[in-house]
């Protein structure tokens, strides 16, 4: 890259350990910047959006908060949840809200073993394991359709609807972009991830779809799990995967259990991508807001600084996100971890040990 660019974020903090996470990245992205001879800058714009802000004023994000984020090059986010507002409020009204409204349907969540952190597999102590959940981040079962109704028939008598969407259009976007990061990776392999004995209308158009894009990559191995065999996998023979593909739900809760595998949810980056481009991507870390550890300072940074590695990526600058997991990697192998993988060190401690790595 040798012109000069300055990449505009919003940074979305949101609610607990997402103000702590965010402010982690930033520094270590605004490292870079300084360290990058002028090549590239980051202006960042903070939104104060979130629980505190929906106790505020009734609303989780401005109200045309969408068209003001749409002109960024990217979004960095920290997570949203806080036990003062519903869940399903404050999910809709921000994160589902922009990933939805922004067309972001590819969730890249790695699952990365970093040295130094013992995992509860013991397969992981002898055996190289490394693989990446692409999670269909637009349909699925978090379509949003349903409804509730009949309460008026007196208590006990509600009936609520919650109905999954699968298109061929979004099943064959996503299945495409999982063939074609396999054939990055050096396994060379998609595992689709279904459960069409069960739901023999959605999953079965998308083991369907699955089949007719698989012929496209005849160079790319494949196989079929029901998602209950491949939560089993995910322990047993973790070393089989490179690439698991998966619907909305499946995706969420299987890459929470890789995350687990690797020694925490702190430690686990994503990407929400709009690979079109139409619309910026939003990159933050898999975990929540974590009330029970929120402001003391001993949030896990990792998986927010491995997201801005995405972001960096996102952007062409492979090279420093390259640079950003070594240094990642040089402070766990160094035994500085934070209290969720059994460490004592504190957020600003990680930050530090990655910027001195960097
Ligand atoms: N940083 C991710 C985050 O805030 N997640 C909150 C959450 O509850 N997510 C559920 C989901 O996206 O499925």
């Known amino acids: 890259m040798s012109e000069q660019r300055t990449f505009s974020i919003a940074a979305i903090p949101a609610d607990g350990v997402g103000t702590e996470v965010v402010a982690a990245g930033r520094a270590v992205l605004d490292a870079l910047a300084a360290g990058s001879g002028g090549r590239f800058a980051f202006e960042w714009t903070e939104f104060p959006w979130g629980c505190g802000y929906y106790e505020k004023t009734g609303r989780m994000m401005d109200e045309d908060g969408l068209e003001t984020l749409q002109d960024f090059d990217a979004l960095y986010f920290g997570a949203v949840?806080?036990?003062?507002?519903?869940?399903?409020?404050?999910?809709w009204g921000l994160r589902l809200r922009i990933c939805q409204n922004f067309d972001q349907w590819a969730n890249v969540r790695p699952v990365h073993f970093h040295p130094g952190i013992t995992s509860?597999?013991?397969?992981?102590?002898?055996?190289?394991?490394?693989?990446?959940?692409?999670?269909?981040?637009?349909?699925?079962?978090?379509?949003?359709?349903?409804?509730?109704?009949?309460?008026?028939?007196?208590p006990g008598n509600e009936v609520a609807l919650q109905t999954a969407l699968f298109t061929e259009k979004g099943c064959e976007r996503i299945m495409r972009f999982a063939f074609?990061?396999?054939?990055?990776?050096?396994?060379?392999?998609?595992?689709?991830?279904?459960?069409?004995?069960?739901?023999?209308?959605?999953?079965?158009?998308?083991?369907?779809?699955?089949?007719?894009?698989?012929?496209?990559?005849?160079?790319?191995?494949?196989?079929?799990?029901?998602?209950?065999?491949?939560?089993?996998?995910?322990?047993?023979?973790?070393?089989?995967?490179?690439?698991?593909v998966a619907s909305n739900l499946n995706a969420d809760i299987l890459s929470d259990l890789g995350s687990a595998l690797a020694g925490s949810l702190g430690l686990a980056a994503s990407a929400n991508l709009n690979p079109d481009r139409?619309?910026?991507?939003?990159?933050?870390?898999?975990?929540?807001?974590?009330?029970?550890?929120?402001?003391?300072?001993?949030?896990?940074?990792?998986?927010?600084?491995?997201?801005?590695?995405?972001?960096l990526e996102h952007f062409g600058l492979n090279d420093e996100a390259t640079r950003v997991r070594k240094?990642?990697?040089?402070?766990?192998?160094?035994?500085?971890?934070?209290?969720?993988?059994?460490?004592?060190?504190?957020?600003?401690?990680?930050v530090e040990a990655v910027l001195a790595n960097l």
């Not at 036990?83 to 999910?91: A, E, G, M, Q, R």
């Not at 991830?193 to 083991?207: F, R």
């Not at 240094?327 to 990680?350: C, F, K, M």
């Open 180 to 244: 074609d990061l396999a054939r990055q990776r050096d396994r060379k392999k998609v595992s689709s991830v279904t459960k069409s004995n069960a739901q023999q209308y959605g999953m079965v158009l998308w083991d369907e779809v699955f089949e007719r894009v698989a012929a496209d990559y005849p160079d790319v191995e494949t196989e079929s799990v029901l998602v209950d065999a491949m939560s089993a996998k995910f322990v047993l023979h973790p070393e089989d995967l490179s690439v698991v």
């Open 327 to 350: 240094a990642i990697e040089s402070t766990t192998a160094a035994g500085l971890l934070t209290p969720d993988v059994g460490g004592t060190a504190t957020t600003d401690q990680i």
């Open 120 to 154: 509860p597999l013991r397969k992981a102590d002898d055996t190289p394991l490394d693989w990446v959940v692409v999670r269909e981040n637009s349909e699925g079962e978090y379509a949003g359709l349903g409804g509730r109704n009949l309460a008026g028939r007196g």
């Open 278 to 311: 139409r619309f910026p991507s939003m990159f933050e870390p898999v975990h929540g807001s974590a009330p029970d550890i929120a402001g003391q300072g001993l949030a896990n940074p990792i998986g927010a600084i491995g997201s801005a590695a995405l972001m």
């Open 81 to 91: 949840g806080w036990p003062s507002v519903p869940d399903h409020i404050s999910l």
